[in-house]
């Protein structure tokens, strides 16, 4: 059994140390907002918040983050940057498929707690791991700004 | 995930008293113009054949015979029925229909013979568009129908607006009225409005799905769960064409969490199954496996290979696509004359959910839980396979990641592996079969390689007078359920489509074909053929202006005089960006395409050094009919253009020996925020009826791209992608 903190919640998983994160939110906590797409850290699909920090839980090993703060794409509305993504999202018609964007939203939401107001190239630095098939890469960049902006308004 | 809803209609509409509608429309009226009467016969019973259900909650929910896979079907096919109905689009709510072919045809593929359900060729609003609007029609005259009862006031008193039935100081919901509405006849005669009330259609309604997509609620396949549940992880042959010999399964079975291990075979996939309760384990005992493949009838090839036949295949006379004049006289007698070939590799669809598929197996039965696109192939497919009525193979459908056609596999790859791999576990426990991304990858099913050679005759004022395209490569219909409809006298009309209905009026024009057999499974992938006919096509116009030092742009103006649509949406993406104007430091490339019906001009702007450019900006202009959704279409013209430029970038799944030598996105690489440009999509007016938006923008952008380079560097770009000719991009 592991503990793991995850969205301020203690929860216990039955799962071994080498197993990614990603497949013990989906398989054993069926929290399965976290999407598998690579398993190699490539796209981003599965990205989640340790200790604050966006991470490729496919590739991080459950036994890594005991201990640490996991936040994922089931609570990260009830943050302030992560309600104000959402919204964003869907203002700027962001999704198209959708199923890139709980990484997508999760990278966002770390980008705007760790710079409240990011330029292109820190959108670019911040985003350019998550693949979109869709291409919505233009609406992610409108709305992370939209965002930034609303979430700036709110404090 | 704690619950997929596992209701049939049947039992919802029973548990919800509200009311159903049920149409039978004839084909031939289904597609009739506005106005025309149609007989619709009212499931009392509330059959499952409906399109629209309105709950005692108000909510009504539109039943979508089509999968939403990114391109908006479950907020376009809603407004059409909103539309009609006078529904407050906040009250509307999509949901997936289940396989079945008499009542979720889709009706263009229909026009053809072809009775199906699914999605495909930018088909599901189009075939949609009447289908829809009378169903809500309908339901609108019922609802007021229930309220002249009630109220004792005559039916053209009455009037309905934003969900609200309302007469004098009368009204009531869509739900108050709802059982009292199903016990009203069916109206033998519907009028649509007049496309100057519209309401919603034309104006960008919030999508149905943009909420659950952002919070991580939506359900996708990947998230089925059910109780019991095994995930497969499958080990498939190292090449084309290879079967399973034996197997050892000692040591994945030594894997905690293993529960089985199956060898299976279909007609289209055979290999090993591991299964346990959950992925990891599974992958792990699949990595454990060893086995032993029968390659002798394996594909050994490698693209290289497959190239070099292709061009001694494109110097013999091939099958007539078309032939206008006598263009090989007319080339003998040219002024001038000039040439081109230009190659073209594999493409992985590479959508971002993996392939699976969820089969539960039950005594004569078999439910299927997918992100469905071609339903009734999958069911008939699958039915087959297992020895059961189609009837008793159910489907429930759920959201798809963006497909791109993978989801719609002619043999129903994956789909069967699922199924075939529950049976060999007897139906012990419902089967989640899941891909990694390099079993997706190396899976096959890709769009094929393409040699095309382009002949050109001038006369001496510099005229185009002759024009001779011969391609070669595999048939992406033969042996698909299209075959019989689009395969004439050996011609796949995808492999030619956007090249043999060239718009430009040359006098003597020929398109011939080769289609080799090739051992490596092809499938229709984002745009289909026009993914290489437009390239070819309106790259090598673009030497021809070159060669004859005319505007690209007006070169092509004056060679679509007879094609007034084609004309207008060049003109305007031409007029949007400034086409004649400079800019300092910006080259522009242009190219026009029409497929499925819809017209998409582009003009790439691109700036920087000749090794390195970058792409600053598109300027799309499209003509798919009636806007029903501006927003929508922005959004598909920006995603095909993004997907599109993956491909023409770096997109190539290459063969050496048989084997796929790509496996995940650091060899197979896509497009990134960092280099997607700047896009401005511009709507031609018009009246006409809608037709789709999902594939068109696709093959536009990489030979307006090209175009670009070619006048940025004076040299064309010849082969796909970029990155095999020395260009990459800043």
Sequence with gaps: ?155 | MNTIRNLSRRDFLKASGGLALGFYLPQALAQSGPGRTVSTDLAGDFSPNAFIRISPDNTVTVIVKHVEMGQGTYTGLPTLVAEELDADWSQIRAEGAPADAKRYNNLIWGEAQFEAQGTGGSTALANSYEQLRKAGAAARAMLVAAAAEKWQVPASQIKVSKGVVFSGNKKATFGELAADAAKQPVPSDVKLKDPKDFVLIGKPAVRTDARAKSNGSAIFTQDVKLPGMLTAVVLHPPRFGATLKSFDAAKAKQIKGVEQVVAFSTPATNGVAVLAKDYWSAKKGRDALTAEWDESAAFRLGSSEIMNDYKKLAATPGLSARKDGDADTALKGAAKTLEAAYEFPYLAHASMEPMNCVVKLGSGSCEIWNGEQFQTVDQATVATFLGLDAGNVSIHQLYAEGSFGRRANPQSDFVLEAAAIAKAINGAAPVKLVWGREDDMRAGFYRPIYYHTLKAGLDAQGNLIAWKHVIVGQSILTGTAFEAMMVKDGIDGTSVEGAANLPYAIPNLAVELHTPKVGVPVQWWRSVGSTHNAFATECFLDEIARATKKDPFELRRSLLAEHPRHRAALELAAQKAGWGKPKEGVTRGIAVHESFNTIVAQVVEVSGKQSSPRIERVVCAVDCGVAVNPNIIAMQMESGIGFGLSAALAGAITLKEGVVEQSNFHDYPVLRMNQMPKIEVFIVPSQEKPTGVGEPATPVIAPALANAILAMRGKPIRALPMSSQGVTFA
Aim: hydrophobic content about 45%; glycine content about 8%.
């Design chain 1, 1 to 155: 059994m592991i503990s793991l903190d995850i969205n301020g919640t203690r929860v216990q998983a039955d799962a071994d140390g080498d197993t990614p994160l990603l497949w013990v939110l989906r398989d054993h906590l069926e929290m399965t907002g976290t999407k598998f797409g690579c398993g190699m850290a490539l796209c981003g699909a599965c990205t989640v918040h340790i200790d604050g920090k966006p991470a490729r839980s496919c590739v991080t090993p459950v036994s890594a983050v005991a201990g640490k703060k996991i936040a994922t794409i089931e609570k990260i509305g009830e943050t302030r940057a992560g309600k104000a993504v959402q919204a964003a999202w869907v203002a700027e018609s962001v999704p198209q498929c959708g199923y890139c964007q709980s990484g997508q939203v999760m990278a966002a939401t770390a980008l705007l707690a760790a710079i409240p107001a990011p330029t292109d190239a820190d959108i670019d630095a911040a985003m350019s791991g998550n693949i979109c098939r869709c291409a919505t890469y233009a609406r992610i960049r409108t709305a992370i700004k939209r965002a930034a902006k609303e979430a700036k308004a709110a404090a």
